[in-house]
């Protein structure tokens, strides 16, 4: 779910942080820059992995900022296209469940992608899965295993700063990315679901093979 | 910004974490430089909760009467169900402590003890790093057609093989067989592409 991304970039300098080891500098730069923020079709940045290379610094006009230009790996966060996750059950509505990676929660699972006989419950705001009459419940805060299906990128365009009464700005921007997920495969889910059905067929395997004794499984004719 | 190259590698989440915690015990000055400096805001954001995702801390347990042992035995297990495959991760620390790479090149990582006999393409391998497969179920969440490629011994056998692999301790590895130069297995990963001359000469 993580990958590498390379890039080349002018990195500021301080004057301030003049006396520290440029490599220290440079990366407090970049993670400042880079940290915790979706750059497009990239993904969200982590933080700095290492530096490949820094040009000698050069000292623009009019202020004393250092511009060096720096190539760099960031680690990102980008799930590929049918990879298993985990994660956690934030919310849940009738357009489908919110799952929460605690670095992001920009995961959604629309109620087409959950196992077929779902419904969504208005009394406890939880979908219900109905499988052969035992009905399971998709309920908050549950970890869970789900597959990425795709991926949106929404394009945040520049708008007007708004602000309140008092002179504070109001953020109000959409997420720029964000995964569709799908739960309905067996083995998706709540992995609380799969750990009791593996302990079920443990059991009944146990009887099965008191029963059966010595035959093997490859005397039985199986066409 | 100039992206010069939007994927240069896959990390796994066992190689991301061990990075994650230099960077914090760097920031910290728990690196034995006693140097702790403020981190910027993303990043204590990103160093915090990327952590907590990584390596959850397990379920408190509460004092609990001989009766109720068996009760206790099954919140264990269910609190080891729910952490689920991040969980191993420190397990994995704990076995690889000085050289990691152990895990992913030489005679001892996962692709030279599965590549000659079965064939995974990539991102199979990524997921077996990061979640861990421990029954034929999550296997076949993993390994795509997994029922028409292999037949049910070779996934046990696989399992096996992954359970051995992963819970290898470091010691058992002899010193330095991750750097030496393996012989190439060829076209053993699926979706490999195939390589033009020029590229497949230059050494890294």
């Known amino acids: 779910m993580f990958i590498l991304t390379t890039i080349e970039d002018l990195i500021q300098i301080k004057p301030q942080d003049f006396d520290v080891p440029s490599a220290q500098a440079l990366k407090d730069a970049i993670n400042t820059k880079y940290s915790n923020k979706i750059v497009q079709n990239i993904g969200l940045c982590l933080c700095l992995w290492d530096l490949i290379e820094a040009s000698e610094g050069l000292i623009g006009h009019g202020t004393g900022l250092v511009y060096v230009n720096v190539e760099f790996r960031l680690a990102v966060f980008r799930p590929f296209r049918g990879e298993i996750l985990q994660g956690r059950i934030k919310s849940s509505t009738e357009e489908g469940i919110v799952l929460d990676l605690e670095f992001t929660s920009e995961i959604f699972v629309p109620h087409h992608h959950l196992p077929s006989p779902s419904t969504f419950s208005r009394a406890e705001n939880v979908w219900v899965w109905d499988s052969d009459g035992t009905e399971l419940f998709f309920d908050k805060g549950e970890p869970v295993l789900f597959r990425v299906e795709q991926e949106e990128w929404i394009d945040q365009k520049p708008t007007i700063v708004q602000k309140d009464a008092n002179g504070v700005v109001i953020e109000e921007r959409d997420t720029a990315w964000r995964i569709i997920g799908s739960m309905s495969q067996s083995g998706l889910g709540p992995t609380l679901w799969w750990a009791e059905q593996e302990q079920e067929e443990e059991e009944e395997e146990e009887e099965e093979d008191g029963v059966e004794g010595d035959v093997e499984m490859g005397d039985i004719d199986e066409e | ?204």
């Not at chain 2, 403020?38 to 915090?48: A, F, I, N, Q, S």
């Not at chain 2, 080891?80 to 005679?107: C, N, S, V």
Request: charged residues 30%; aromatic residues 4%.
């Open chain 2, 1 to 204: 910004m100039h992206i010069k190259n939007a994927q240069s590698a896959l990390l796994s989440n066992h190689e991301l974490l061990i990075h994650l915690r230099a960077e914090e015990a760097e920031y910290a000055g728990t690196d034995g430089t006693y140097r702790a400096r403020p981190k910027p805001k993303g990043l204590k954001d990103v160093l915090e909760d990327t952590i907590s995702y990584l390596s959850p801390s397990p379920m408190p347990l509460s004092d609990e009467t001989e009766q109720q042992e068996d009760a206790l035995a099954a919140a264990a297990a269910a609190a080891a169900a729910a952490a689920g495959p991040a969980q191993h991760l420190d397990t994995l620390i704990e076995t690889h402590p000085e050289r990691p790479m152990t895990l992913y090149k030489g005679p001892h990582s996962l692709f030279r003890v599965l590549a000659p006999d079965y064939r995974l393409n990539k991102a199979e391998y990524l997921q077996i790093y990061n979640l861990r497969p421990r029954t034929v179920l999550e296997l076949d969440l993993v390994i795509e057609e997994s029922s028409i490629r292999f037949e049910e011994h070779e996934l046990d056998d696989i399992l096996a093989r992954i359970n051995q692999v992963l819970d290898e301790e470091e010691e058992s590895i002899p010193v330095g067989v991750e750097n030496q130069d393996m012989s190439k297995i060829a076209n053993k990963l699926l979706g490999a592409a195939k390589k033009k001359r020029a590229s497949a000469r230059r050494k890294v």
